[in-house]
């Protein structure tokens, strides 16, 4: 096994040597990856249009002009990334159903070819003693029901419902663990305010909806997966980041805690009966006034059995009159003279990691906490076979280490799934952005481990 430099994040150097045993023997070992950004077959065998389907086919809305027609063609090749899974020495694999693979108008008639593509795919997984992690949404609404309205409808409350009736039916007898979503302030904020990201709406006035709307399909597909499959263990996932104020003026504080509020806080407070975070964000009174009905309040919250944190980097804020609503704007790490940043330049904060677990482990209805993605793009160089990606190492040790003190310290954390497998389709950046473990070569689709891969290897005893 080679050795690796952490020299690139000199300062994170680990000051133990991290082992698996670390952990506990009951520690979750696991991968990430999601349908659309991996499987391809965007149109095969029955599977209907997806948001990001008609997103990413749009002109300019993809940085670098590609699509995820066939992205790395996990429809085909699933077989041989569930056996590269196991052979790292992972024990789980989440993966994410294609609503529009399963029901290909969103609603109505069930596409067999779908249902039929996910039993053979947790099949493998358990053929491989993987234990198989689904996602029921991932991101993808069909483009049916976003021609309805998507997730201002309040109908997809009931959209969902049946969609999770069928895969809790279809599946429940081989799948134990279950998340709902994943994270819906990513979906609703990129996607239905700033239009980033698909179905590229805009504004207040879709945004407010889909949050509420997401936030009631969140409690109400735990509920039926918890009616629906015997000793289900479930969950639900959101994207976090620590925030921090640049600096102790009151306008920096202020701020800090209002872009916590929405990006922190939004969907796990309505869960646990908190209710929403209107003190911190006033706009959300409109969304109370407007779309909250009778009853709803006590229909947004479920018992998870699990949280899981979506960490990559910490923010830092400052208060700024002209920003609408949150009056507040990001520092960028450069401005600060932060060295460590990834390629998408977010900043390398093992520190931000430990401290939100901390916030979120401070709500004492949560159970337990999963870390269910973490990884980092870097610019990786194929060289002669192999790719020695040293500073995503040091990331993967530098986090671990951090979760690894969280833990000791009594957090109940079950478990950890770098993000991701394979290289990928990263949503509006295409394929710029390199998260795997395992390299991809697009054109022919070939996986080459890297040493980011071999380095989980190692840790978790893999071969």
Excluded at 45 to 73: M, P, Q, V, Y
Excluded at 79 to 104: C, N, V
Excluded at 226 to 233: E, G, L, S
Excluded at 260 to 286: S, V
């Amino acid at each position: 096994m080679e050795k690796f430099s952490n020299q690139a994040f000199e300062h994170h150097k680990p000051i133990e040597v991290l082992e698996k045993k670390a952990f506990g023997e009951n520690f979750v070992w696991g991968v990430a990856m999601s349908a659309f950004q991996n499987e391809g077959a965007w149109d095969k065998d029955g599977k209907g249009e997806s948001i990001w389907d008609r997103f990413n086919h749009r002109k300019n809305k993809i940085l670098d002009k590609t699509n995820a027609d066939i992205t790395a063609d996990f429809y085909h090749r699933f077989e041989e990334d569930i056996a590269l899974t196991k052979s790292l020495g992972f024990k789980a694999f989440r993966f994410s159903f294609s609503w529009a693979r399963i029901l290909p108008y969103g609603i109505g008639k069930i596409n067999r070819a779908g249902i039929d593509f996910y039993h053979k795919l947790i099949d493998t997984c358990l053929a491989y003693n993987l234990e198989p992690w689904p996602t029921i949404y991932h991101w993808d609404l069909p483009q049916a029901l976003e021609d309805m309205g998507g997730w201002t409808n309040r109908d997809i409350i009931d959209w969902f419902a049946e969609y999770c009736e069928i895969l809790t039916e279809e599946y429940g007898l081989k799948v134990k663990n279950w998340m709902v979503l994943n994270e819906p302030a990513g979906f609703t904020g990129l996607g239905y305010m700033t239009g980033y990201h698909a179905p590229g709406r805009l504004g207040m006035s879709n945004f407010l909806p889909a949050v509420h709307h997401a936030a009631m399909c969140q409690a109400e597909g735990g509920r039926i997966i918890r009616k629906n499959v015997p000793d289900a263990v479930i969950g639900t996932t959101f994207s976090c980041s620590f925030i921090e104020p640049h600096t102790h003026r009151f306008a920096d504080i202020k701020a800090a805690k209002r872009v916590d509020a929405l990006l922190n806080r939004l969907f796990i407070e309505p869960a646990l009966g908190l209710g929403y975070p209107t003190a911190q964000l006033p706009f959300l009174n409109k969304m109370v006034d407007k779309y909250v009905m009778e009853g709803d309040m006590e229909k947004l919250q479920f018992d998870f059995d699990f949280i899981g944190i979506q960490n990559y980097f910490k923010l830092v804020m400052k208060g700024v009159w002209w920003m609408p609503y949150l009056k507040a704007m990001e520092v960028k790490p450069h401005k600060r003279g932060i060295q460590d940043t990834t390629d998408l330049g977010w900043e390398v904060s093992p520190e931000g990691m430990y401290q939100i677990i901390r916030q979120f482990a401070g709500y004492p209805q949560i159970k337990k906490i999963m870390i269910t993605e973490n990884g980092a793009a870097f610019k990786d160089t194929l060289r002669h076979g192999e790719i020695h990606d040293t500073q995503r190492v040091a990331f993967y040790e530098s986090y671990l280490q951090s979760i690894l003190k969280a833990k000791k310290e009594g957090i109940n954390i079950g478990g950890y799934m770098a993000w991701t497998l394979t290289d990928n389709f990263e949503w509006r950046e295409g394929y710029i952005p390199k998260f795997g473990l395992v390299y991809v070569d697009f054109k022919t689709q070939e996986r080459i481990v890297k040493s980011s891969g071999k380095w989980f290897q190692q840790l978790l005893g893999g071969k």
